[in-house]
T-cell receptor, first 114, second 115 residues
């Protein structure tokens, strides 16, 4: 079955430190890849997406992600974390099934310490 | 402003009652989706609709029903057959799969609590 793995349930980062959130997907062909962020009790906001081309994509709020086909990964990064980045982050994959559906990882909760 | 609205934000129901969650979008999107979110489980797809008057079951459709009579609206009914309905429900929409990509936009969610 197609799946998306976010191996870290929680991550704590000091404010100003760098961040990397991991995401691996199970399918061999190149899917469409997304990172979303969710604040408590809110909907999801798209941070960035990858469809094709340059494997390093830039998103909003200073986030970037790199697609690595050989590792089936799409890790999210930020050079310097701000306290307002504390939220839950979801990696999602469109496996090009033709039905425009997304498969989500279980999420990584980011905690930012002062 | 274009966007997706879900109402109500909080909903309480007694066990055994059906309840309908509203989702409306004015983004002119063709496709709409319903997800269920439980702590530590991510988002799981309940139903989706690519076009008016057509919809498909997602991964966890049992105990739920939907309709798509208008392009802008995709209400979800949580029936008494759903064994554990208490959850956070998210509606999303996107352009259809005929485009080269599928970016889903999400509503603010409805938290359903069944007492």
């Amino acid at each position: 079955a197609q799946s998306v793995t976010q191996p870290d349930i929680h991550i704590t980062v000091s404010e100003g430190a760098s961040l990397e959130l991991r995401c691996n997907y199970s399918y061999g062909a190149t899917p469409y890849l997304f990172w979303y962020v969710q604040s408590p009790g809110q909907g999801l906001q798209l941070l960035l997406k990858y469809f094709s081309g340059d494997t390093l994509v830039q998103g909003i709020k200073g986030f970037e992600a790199e697609f690595k086909r050989s590792q089936s990964s799409f890790n999210l990064r930020k050079p310097s974390v701000h306290w307002s980045d504390a939220a839950e982050y979801f990696c999602a994959v469109d496996y090009n099934s033709g039905y425009s559906t997304l498969t989500f990882g279980k999420g990584t909760m980011l905690l930012v310490s002062p | 402003d274009g966007g997706i609205t879900q109402s109500p934000k909080y909903l309480f129901r007694k066990e055994g009652q059906n309840v309908t969650l509203s989702c409306e979008q004015n983004l002119n999107h063709d496709a709409m989706y319903w997800y269920r979110q439980d702590p530590g489980q991510g988002l799981r797809l309940i139903y989706y609709s690519q076009i008016v008057n057509d919809f498909q079951k997602g991964d966890i459709a049992e105990g739920y029903s939907v309709s798509r009579e208008k392009k802008e609206s995709f209400p979800l009914t949580v029936t008494s057959a759903q064994k554990n309905p208490t959850a956070f429900y998210l509606c999303a929409s996107s352009f259809s799969s005929g485009r080269s990509y599928n970016e889903q936009f999400f509503g603010p969610g409805t938290r359903l609590t069944v007492l």
